[in-house]
């Protein structure tokens, strides 16, 4: 895959030691298959953790678990001190704070965009919609498309929606985003779009976690890459040392046929 | 879990089986009818109304019912009595054809069955040619067999047609006639003429607008006095009439449905070979599009087999009016429930086999292409 | 000069009979004349026949007197009156019975259609098997398996089924209390519309409020409470000012009360069941249209499930449900004129029947009752067109 340029980010992004995600034990199953096997990740404060892994390795299945839009049948997942288990009020409470961006954008098409972004903070927060409209107004300029506001979805490009889906999950003031493939969806020349927003993010200090095969994002803004395989978690290091001595061989095996295309 | 030695090598985790609560019977019942306090809830109320309805039907219809037997003294009145159809069977089926000469409607149902059969074997080769003779050979020779007066067969009267026969010739005919006149009125409609498209339009808007019932009553009423003096028609032919022009619109929007869906390139690629206007549809547009529609004609035609019952309202005994008929036979009054019941079984049968295979086809189309 | 020169930058015209406008123009021409002689012809010969049967022509019969009675009317109707005046009987009841199975089939439809996607197995099978049994079965058959089957099989009015003494159901009919206003009521009815106005004004203001300071306000149960709790109010200072007039078996059939007639509850029975099947299918692919993808949106930024449906699904399937919908009312419509097989006197029996068979002019009468199908289809794809244009999603 080749590596799109992107900016370089300008500040020290630092992490905490505060335990934002913490995933202990997690098993899956849909039906007889085995899908997500002995899961343990911590996940702290500001870090930005990448994720790369085969087509059918269990990424995408790991982080819906932890906004629970996939339940998981064994283990413990645990998200800023409250654990996701049936309970509808955990469950209410933590997808408040944990946003997610879906590979393809899943906008609302029949809202503008500025209600498809008021929308959640109107009906969760309960904030007056003349401060829910400035709020969006103000993100939707933080991802340089203010001038679109008053359009629908369907009306604007594919980085576009992106960089609006990406908006209207902070509109919510998360905690921690997830990304599930944002740019895979996209042309290249969109891509680059919407990645600088995301690096924006990353300076800001907002933990993310991010399934995505662009290396050059995970070379420059991630402090930790993880590669899955088959449903489990084969090898974890940061970013320099995982692409230039990967231990595992199914690592290297992946590693040489992402980077060669 | 995590405090557990792993007894595997990184990256080699063994698949385990689910928990045994997600899984097999119980996992399955656990899911789907007792997964949240209204599911279980739902379940109960669904078991207890099936407790209400289907052992008392079970019971009614085949535990406590009469089978056997050859009058209505036979008739225990404990259950449902089907002696009742069995007497009556030949008159719901063939109406008051002559019992001497009902070979002949067997006889064509045989041969439709039997030419119809190579046109479901993929690899038959002539479809086109077969398809050609039972929509213009075969009603020819069923004409003649059904009406007789030739090649020394008695003629039967359009009057003694009725039952199960009956509502066939009016459904088929009515379809494999409305198909011409439907092509005809979408491509008109969908033509650059104005006139051309204002009277298709005018036309189809029209029969689409009223009630079939009004239709029959004007077959009934107002299409004698449309003829000449001295012309006249059979009331068979002047409700088949009705019934035509009243499906062809229906099946012009079909058959338009199914030429929307060619994309325009096909029109252009076809002019810019050098095709005229109608070879173009016929060789094609009208291929192409006619087998999108397949699924959409065997819909219209569903609602016309229904729809047929509507007959009895203008004297003509359909399946339908025949079971009205022979139920306000002084000898087998009250049974009107096992008679609907019978009815209601055939009619259920045709439609819902044919409503499958136009699923059916609707499910090729979509991934053939 | 030559002409060639001067033309030269055209095309070359072609010769008249081979120039596409021309020829458009000469085979609608063609088509034209072809269907002005057919109605020419058909014209001539109904002419022909009219005066040779000695069968009158015009509408100045609709102010002769019927001289027949109707079973049933919502406006005075007695044999004095004119055909004109039945002609509204018939439609009035056409209008109600429509009314009444559009009402019932689409609670009834949503209902089904919701359960056949439940995620209970047991409930989504019975959906479905209600679902094909019904829509595979003629409408005239179960119109005749209620009429004839079930409501003529009930008892005699003297073994009514009854509930509370005060709803009775036999083979002639339903009979429920009628409400009797005395002095008083229009209190009541004051307080009902009051009722009515203090809703919509709460609703704004609820909606502003929110818009506002963000606080929601349960319209909903605010709105049951008042319309229930003013006329309530209002009945205990009048003093009750209503009475009921409760059906009473006097010889052989009850008097008093309000009476559905049998051929009603089983056409509205018929029309409501079936054409629930129907609209069920409507729901069911409408709420399948809308990608799972949008409900995950939502449940991702903490929307609850109820909100997700209120802002996200329903708008959203409603674009695909309401137009195949709005057909099938047409339908339904058209269907309850096979209320002329039951004898429910809606406006094809007692004009396309008994009018038509008093009066014998066939052409007038089944063009009025045409007319009035098609002034309800056209209306109703007008609303359609509406509703699509405006109801269209923006794309690029
Ligand atoms: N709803 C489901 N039911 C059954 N199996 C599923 C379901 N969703 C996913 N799977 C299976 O689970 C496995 C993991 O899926 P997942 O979507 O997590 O993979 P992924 O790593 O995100 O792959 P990709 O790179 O293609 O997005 C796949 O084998 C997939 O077939
Ligand atoms: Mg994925």
Redesign the interface.
Known sequence: MSEIAIQAPTKEMTVTDDVMINM??V?K?Y??F?VL??I?LTVHKGERIVICGPSGSGKSTMIRCI?R?EEH???QIIVEGTELTGDLKHV?QI??E???V?Q?F?????LSILDNLT??P???????????EEVAMNLLERVKIPEQAK??P???SGGQQQRV?IA??LC?NPKVMLFDEPTSALDPEMIKEVLDVMVELAEEGMTMMCVTHEMGFAKTVANRVIFM????I?EENEPNEFFNNPQ?D?TKLFLSQILSH | MSDQKPTHKLGEHPDWAPPSITIGAVGWVRANMLSSPLNIFLTLLCGYLIYLSVPPVVQWAFLDADWFGTNRDDCSREGACWIYIGFWFKQIMYGRYPDTEVWRINFAYALLVVAAIPLFVPSFRWKGWLSVFLLIGYPIIAFYLFVGGSFGMEHVETPLWGGLFLTLVISVLGIVASLPIGIVLALGRRSDMPVVKAICIGFIEFWRGIPLITVLFMSSVMFPLFLPEGMHFDKLIRALIGVMLFSAAYMAEVVRGGLQAIPKGQTEAAEALGLSYWKTMNLVIMPQALKLVIPGIVNTFIGLFKDTTLVLIIGLFDLLGMIQLVGTNPDWLGFHIEGYVFAAFVFWCFCFSMSRYSQHLEKKLHTGH | MAQGVSNSNRPAKPPIWNDPVYRALFFQFLVLGGVIALGAYLISNTLDNLARQGIASGFGFLDTTAGFSILMSLIDYSEENTYGRAFFVGLFNTLLVAGIGIFFATIFGFLVGVARLSSNWLLAKMATVYIETLRNIPLLLQIFFWYFGVLRNLPAPRDSAMVMESFFLNNRGLYSPRPVFEDGFALISWAFVAAIVIIIFMAKWAHKRQEKTGQQFHTVYASIGIIIGLPSIAAVIAGFPMSWNYPELTGFNFTGGIVVIPELVSLALALSLYTATFIAEIVRSGIMAVSHGQTEASYALGIKPGVTLRKVVIPQALRVIIPPLTSQYLNLTKNSSLAAAIAYPDLVLVFGGIVLNQTGQAIEVLSITMAVYLTISLLISAFMNWYNNKMALVER
Request: glycine share 10%; no cysteine; charged share 30%.
């Open positions: 202990i034990g098993h199953w039906g007889e085995h096997k002995d343990n906004n839009l049948q064994q283990g209410e997808r408040k944990v946003g997610m879906f393809h899943n906008l609302f098409p029949h929308l959640a109107i009906w969760v927060r309960k904030m007056p919609k003349k401060e829910a359009k629908y369907g009306q604007l889906a209207r999950s919510m395989d088959e449903g489990q084969i595992n199914r």
